[in-house]
T-cell receptor, first 113, second 112 residues
Framework: GESVGLHLPTLSVQEGDNSIINCAYSNSASDYFIWYKQESGKGPQFIID?????DKRQGQRVTVLLNKTVKHLSLQIAATQPGDSAVYFCAENLSGSARQLTFGSGTQLTVLP | DGGITQSPKYLFRKEGQNVTLSCEQN?????MYWYRQDPGQGLRLIYYSQIVNDFQKGDIAEGYSVSREKKESFPLTVTSAQKNPTAFYLC???????????FGQGTRLTVV
């Protein structure tokens, strides 16, 4: 079946540097893509989403890029801070309804002092 | 404050016992969901409910049961038929036509 995956399971960056977390998806019919942040022992928090008719969307210190040609999604975090250390995972939405979310396994981001 | 409350945070169960995980939301969301999270894996959908008194099986419903008697509450029972119940369980909700789900803080269930 279709699945959402991540290129790298772990990522370490220096505090203040920019972070880039990648995600590959395989279902070209997916209409929405969402990034979540999950801190240890806690529930996921919504970060940002992007619709399939967009290439880029910016939030506060975060930018999501969508490349439909190669079915690739990335999350860029500017000026990474210690509080950004967490697992980040993407989700794809097939129908525009939250019940059709498919989640990737996640990338552990560690911010080094 | 509005949000989703899961309880307890940690739960221990003996083999052969049923156990119920609580999920309450005061966001006035119609839809609620239960997911299971295992190390190194993505969230997997157990059950979801779009409206009171109605619920549907997700991808891994075997060994689980739910009820939706009130809009605010969506308890999950892990039955003795669930062969590998040790996991982190997440409850979520979403308003109508939402594309994302909003999560509680999770319950970590351990079978001893």
């Amino acid at each position: 079946g279709e699945s959402v995956g991540l290129h790298l399971p772990t990522l370490s960056v220096q505090e203040g540097d920019n972070s880039i977390i990648n995600c590959a998806y395989s279902n070209s019919a997916s209409d929405y893509f969402i990034w979540y942040k999950q801190e240890s022992g806690k529930g996921p928090q919504f970060i940002i989403d992007i619709r399939s008719n967009m290439d880029k969307r910016q939030g506060q210190r975060v930018t999501v890029l969508l490349n439909k040609t190669v079915k690739h999604l990335s999350l860029q975090i500017a000026a990474t801070q210690p509080g950004d250390s967490a697992v980040y995972f993407c989700a794809e939405n097939l129908s525009g309804s939250a019940r059709q979310l498919t989640f990737g396994s996640g990338t552990q981001l560690t911010v080094l002092p | 404050d509005g949000g989703i409350t899961q309880s307890p945070k940690y739960l221990f169960r003996k083999e052969g016992q049923n156990v119920t995980l609580s999920c309450e939301q005061n966001l006035n969301h119609d839809a609620m969901y239960w997911y299971r999270q295992d190390p190194g894996q993505g969230l997997r959908l157990i059950y979801y409910s779009q409206i009171v008194n109605d619920f549907q099986k997700g991808d891994i419903a075997e060994g689980y049961s739910v009820s939706r008697e009130k809009k605010e509450s969506f308890p999950l029972t892990v039955t003795s038929a669930q062969k590998n119940p040790t996991a982190f369980y997440l409850c979520a909700s979403s308003p109508p036509r939402a594309t994302e789900a909003f999560f509680g803080q999770g319950t970590r269930l351990t079978v001893v």
